[in-house]
T-cell receptor, first 114, second 113 residues
Framework: EAQVTQNPRYLITVTGKKLTVTCSQN?????MSWYRQDPGLGLRQIYY???????DKGDVPEGYKVSRKEKRNFPLILESPSPNQTSLYFC?????????????FGPGTRLTVT | GDSVTQMEGPVTLSEEAFLTINCTYT??????LFWYVQYPGEGLQLLLK?????DKGSNKGFEATYRKETTSFHLEKGSVQVSDSAVYFC????????????FGQGTRLTINP
C-alpha cells in the first residue's frame, strides 16, 4: 500500500529537549515536505526537499532542521523545542513525473511543548 | 507572495443541501489550484485539482472551476452527505511539480442528517 508514515503520532515534551519526528514514504517520490497546521492559519510549509541531499526552507523554517540522506526518509529535527512549536505536523511526498501534482500526506504528529 | 483566502467557517448544512465554499487567490504567473480534504484524525487527501485557466476539477460529486479573471476556485457540490463532514483546504502551487503548496486557512464543514 502506497503511504507516508510518521512517528510518533503524539508527543509531549519539555522546552529545550531535542526531538526528532520521522517520516518515511514507500512511493519512490523525489519531493518531500514538512508542514505545520495551526488553527486559523491552515498549513504552512516548514522545509522541503527535491531529492537526496537537496533541501530548502519553506515559509516557517525557524527552529527546525531537516536532512535527506535517503530518498524514502525525511526526518524533522527540533533541537531546542519551544512552546510556540506546539502544533500538528504533517509530512508529505510527491513526484514531478506524470503531471499529477498530488502530494500524499502522512497521518500527522501532534506535538505539545510545555 | 502567493496567498489563498477561504470563506470563514464553520459551515453547517443539512443533508442534501447545496454546498459552496469560496476560495480566492493571489499569485504571480499561472498557479495550479487544489482542494484538499481532511477527515477527522487523518492527513490531507487531494480532492480535486485544476492546472490551467477554465479547467474544471471534479471528484466524488465535488466540482471547482479555475477562474483566472476573478482569481477564484470555489468548491461546489449539489447534494451533500453526512460523510462529507470534514475540513476543506484550498491550495495553490506556483512551483514546478507543485512541491510547494500554499494553503488557505481551511473551512470546517458539518453535515447534519
Amino acid at each position: 500500500e502506497a503511504q507516508v508514515t510518521q512517528n510518533p503520532r503524539y508527543l509531549i515534551t519539555v522546552t529545550g529537549k531535542k526531538l526528532t519526528v520521522t517520516c518515511s514514504q514507500n512511493m519512490n517520490h523525489e519531493y518531500m515536505s514538512w508542514y505545520r497546521q495551526d488553527p486559523g492559519l491552515g498549513l504552512r510549509q516548514i522545509y522541503y526537499s527535491m531529492n537526496v541531499e537537496v533541501t530548502d526552507k519553506g515559509d516557517v523554517p525557524e527552529g527546525y532542521k531537516v536532512s535527506r540522506k535517503e530518498k524514502r526518509n525525511f526526518p524533522l529535527i527540533l533541537e531546542s523545542p519551544s512552546p510556540n512549536q506546539t502544533s500538528l505536523y504533517f509530512c508529505a511526498s510527491s513526484s514531478p513525473s506524470g503531471g499529477s501534482y498530488e502530494q500524499y500526506f502522512g497521518p500527522g504528529t501532534r506535538l505539545t511543548v510545555t | 507572495g502567493d496567498s489563498v483566502t477561504q470563506m470563514e467557517g464553520p459551515v453547517t448544512l443539512s443533508e442534501e443541501a447545496f454546498l459552496t465554499i469560496n476560495c480566492t487567490y493571489t499569485a504571480t504567473g499561472y498557479p495550479s489550484l487544489f482542494w484538499y480534504v481532511q477527515y477527522p484524525g487523518e492527513g490531507l487527501q487531494l480532492l480535486l485539482k485544476a492546472t490551467k485557466a477554465d479547467d474544471k476539477g471534479s471528484n466524488k460529486g465535488f466540482e471547482a472551476t479555475y477562474r483566472k479573471e476573478t482569481t477564484s476556485f470555489h468548491l461546489e457540490k449539489g447534494s451533500v452527505q453526512v460523510s462529507d463532514s470534514a475540513v476543506y483546504f484550498c491550495a495553490l502551487s506556483s512551483s514546478p511539480g507543485a512541491q510547494k503548496l500554499v494553503f488557505g486557512q481551511g473551512t470546517r464543514l458539518t453535515i447534519n442528517p
